[in-house]
């Protein structure tokens, strides 16, 4: 058995491993996320509510303002930053964001975290190697065959 390891691309260096918290939304760091609380306020939003500080953050890109970079640099000095992000595929915005934060990023997975992951699951994620290991999962699966598919 070995365990549950995907491959991606590096997009923000760094190690952090926290529970994970799903989005199929899109987010917007300036306007969805309040930088002093985590908390996500876009109305409408499937995360609307939640709080994003210390998880493991999926969602699929980033949207809106320029801006947003900035906002989640304001995040990590308030302390109410994600671990580390997870994205299909990162845009520039959320890219900057999370280097210049130093919150660990990996995209373009080589499954699809929405089929793999489950909200509170215990992810790793590795900016440095380019990929997310699976520590603890809700379904008890962490581990697979060598020869398994997913
Ligand atoms: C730098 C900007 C605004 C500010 O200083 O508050 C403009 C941001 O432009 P976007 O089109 O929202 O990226």
Redesign the pocket.
Known sequence: MVPIKLKGRAISRGCAKGEVLLSRDPISF?GSIDPKTGVVVEENHALEGKSIQGKVLVFPHGK????GSYVMYQLKKNGTAPAAIINLETEPIVAVGAIISEIPLVDMLERNPYEVLNNGDLVLVNGNGGYIELLKSETGKTEINKTENM
């Open positions: 300036l809106g303002s320029t801006v």
